[in-house]
């Protein structure tokens, strides 16, 4: 099996993008340690503070993000970083290249119940001569990533992978510490029975969220003619994953739940870095009236409406928004 710096430089990905993206994995290597240590290593339950918003930080949260901020800081190839337990951007070297938006932690709710977890990375060119303390550099469309990926600790750990030439999947072999290739091109079927979404919010969707799910519940005696199943992990990098390896849709959209917060899931370091890996692997993600990599982002923590995965079942659902 091939390990990951041979084929990334194959493909003619940039030996620094390489080694950046093998900092970020060194990182996750110690996470994946961590969290499979579980309560052995004390790293379970949460901590009494609150990130920037105003979600209790898990101790597996905080040990994450300083993990993943001090190697990628030390590393010297990233010029700022931003993540979700950051209230601001982080700036690293000036002469660096890259810029790393991550969610060191995703699945919070997971850890204490010995479930899915993962990291989500995003990586992206900084502007020229710019200045790695501001804020500005990270304010990119997800078109304009050079990588994405995700780690999944799952039963096994998990990398999948692009930098623009399809998504890969690699396997952390824990008895050498090495990524090796499992699966080249994923390819997400364009049709599916399977949807995801956190259905106690039904109520607080709006009307064309509301048709849709009702019409894929109401199955082979409803419009779409068959039946449909559900799946939800309460953890994007899960339920992308399962998108990834067999089709499906999923989506977390808007809700008037709380109207301080239309929208749960994060543009820079959630929502892009998964909306690359799924196209990159034939699907759709989309807000529901536009391309997730197409927006021009405000704010770091700046959140959006996710609707994802197989082509066909994602367009039918776009068709209600319209
Ligand atoms: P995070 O743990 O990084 O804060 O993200 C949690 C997100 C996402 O992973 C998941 O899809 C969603 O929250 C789960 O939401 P519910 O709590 O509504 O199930
Ligand atoms: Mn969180
Ligand atoms: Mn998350
Ligand atoms: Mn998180």
């Known amino acids: 099996m091939r390990r990951l710096p041979p084929v990334l430089l194959e493909d003619g990905c940039p030996r620094e993008l390489i080694s950046l993206i093998r900092t970020i994995l060194a990182a996750c290597k110690e996470i994946s340690f961590r969290v499979g240590q579980g309560a052995l290593s004390g790293v379970l339950g949460s901590t009494l503070d ?7 930080q898990k101790k597996l949260d905080v040990l994450t993000n300083q993990l993943l901020k001090d190697i990628l800081l030390e590393s010297g190839y990233v010029k700022a970083i931003a993540s979700e337990e ?6 690293g070297n000036p002469n660096a290249e890259y810029i790393v938006a991550f969610d060191p932690l995703d699945g919070s709710s997971n850890t204490d119940i010995n479930s899915l977890v993962g990291t989500i990375f995003s990586v992206m ?35 999948a992978l692009t930098t623009g030439k399809g998504t890969r999947f690699f396997t952390l072999d824990k008895t050498h510490g090495s990524f090796l290739l499992t699966q080249d091109f994923a390819q997400i079927p ?31 005696t409803g419009p779409r003619a068959r039946n449909f199943n559900m799946r939800w992990i309460a953890a994007m990098v899960g339920d992308v994953h ?8 999923f989506t977390y959209p808007t809700d008037t739940k709380d109207p301080n917060k239309p929208n749960k899931l994060r543009l820079l370091y959630e929502a892009n870095p998964m909306a690359m890996l799924i196209e ?13 990599m197409d927006i021009q982002p405000d704010a ?23």
């Open 86 to 91: 950051e209230d601001y951007t982080v700036a």
């Open 280 to 292: 990159q692997a034939g699907g759709i993600a989309s807000t529901g009236t536009e391309r997730i």
């Open 125 to 159: 060119k900084a502007p020229e001569g710019s200045d790695p303390a501001d804020q500005s550099i990270f304010m990119q469309p997800g078109k304009s990533q050079v990588a994405a990926g995700y780690v999944l600790y799952g039963p096994s750990t998990v990398l």
């Open 50 to 56: 609150e990130n920037i918003q105003g979600e209790t």
């Open 300 to 322: 770091i923590h700046q959140r959006v409406a996710v609707i994802l995965g197989s082509k066909n079942e994602v367009e039918t659902c776009l068709g209600y928004h319209k």
């Open 190 to 220: 364009e049709e599916t029975s399977e949807y995801a979404i956190n259905a106690s919010n039904q109520r607080h969707w709006q009307p064309a969220m509301q048709n849709y799910i009702n019409d894929l519940m109401a199955g082979e």
């Open 242 to 249: 399962r998108v990834l390896c067999r089709g499906g849709i």
